[in-house]
Nanobody
Framework: QVTLVESGGGLVQAGGSLRLSCAASGRTLSRYTMGWFRQCPGKEREFVAAISSSGGRTVYTDSMKGRFTVSRDNAKNTVYLQMNSLKPEDTAVYYC???????????????????WGQGTQVTVSS
């Protein structure tokens, strides 16, 4: 069992930046592929990015490539999501999740992640 806690959300103007953190406890994060998802108001939870257990591989949803960067520090048991050039449509609750399957794949379906944080609100004003 791993417990995830997101932080770093808040209110930012369009064009601004935020860095979200996801801290883990209970088990070492280094064994898990990690994902970031978001849920915009009135919409399904959608994939944002994923990072391999070592941090050597990443994948992003096309609309976020070049603006968002996922990284991790396994020594600190923390995963990050750096978000730049934020747009009002990025307003959402952002969640981190851990894939406990041990797969080599970086998966983009929320149903394939086993552990979730409580989410952190990001609001981008125009």
């Amino acid at each position: 069992q791993v417990t995830l806690v997101e932080s770093g959300g808040g209110l930012v103007q369009a064009g601004g930046s935020l860095r979200l953190s996801c801290a883990a406890s209970g088990r070492t994060l280094s064994r898990y592929t990690m994902g970031w998802f978001r849920q915009c108001p009135g919409k399904e939870r959608e994939f944002v990015a994923a990072i391999s257990s070592s941090g050597g591989r990443t994948v992003y949803t096309d609309s976020m490539k070049g603006r968002f960067t996922v990284s991790r520090d396994n020594a600190k048991n923390t995963v990050y999501l750096q978000m730049n050039s934020l747009k009002p449509e990025d307003t959402a609750v952002y969640y981190c999740a851990a894939d406990g399957s041990g797969t080599y794949l970086l998966r983009d379906s929320r149903y394939q992640y086993d552990y979730w944080g409580q989410g952190t609100q990001v609001t981008v004003s125009s």
